[in-house]
């Protein structure tokens, strides 16, 4: 591939042409397999979800330790919560998903979840 300071001189189209390859520059093709796209687009938005779900459990539990939840609330959220981790984990199991699929890396960050 070329890098952006290569410069190209020729009086023939030719040689300009067998320079700037087009297969070179074409972008991966896609697999547009029904299957396949279905899945991805499920483990993408079982992701999200997950990092949302995660993110609420994380706010439960701030709101929990400075004491600004009710004993039946902290008991209405528990169980919202346990129940939408087990449909996550249904869902996770229909799309034929890893648990460590649904974990994002995010470089020199790390994985989203631990």
């Known amino acids: ?4 300071q290569t410069r190209v ?9 067998s320079v700037m390859q087009p297969a070179r520059y074409a972008p ?3 697999n547009l397999n029904p299957e396949s796209v279905r899945n991805g687009l ?10 949302l779900h995660e993110l ?16 039946e609330q902290i008991e ?3 169980l ?3 129940r939408q981790a087990e449909e996550i984990e ?3 199991k229909e799309f034929g998903l890893d648990a460590e699929d649904l974990n994002l890396d995010l470089g020199p960050l790390g994985r989203l979840f631990q």
Do not use: C, H, N
């Open 42 to 51: 499920g483990q993408l938005v079982l992701t999200l979800v997950k990092l």
């Open 56 to 71: 609420l459990e994380r706010q439960a539990i701030r709101r929990i330790e400075t004491g600004s939840l009710s004993e």
């Open 9 to 17: 001189e020729s009086e023939a189209v030719g040689e300009f042409a």
């Open 1 to 4: 591939m070329l890098s952006p």
């Open 28 to 30: 991966p093709r896609m």
């Open 90 to 92: 249904r869902l996770r």
């Open 76 to 78: 209405r959220l528990g």
């Open 80 to 82: 919202t919560l346990m």
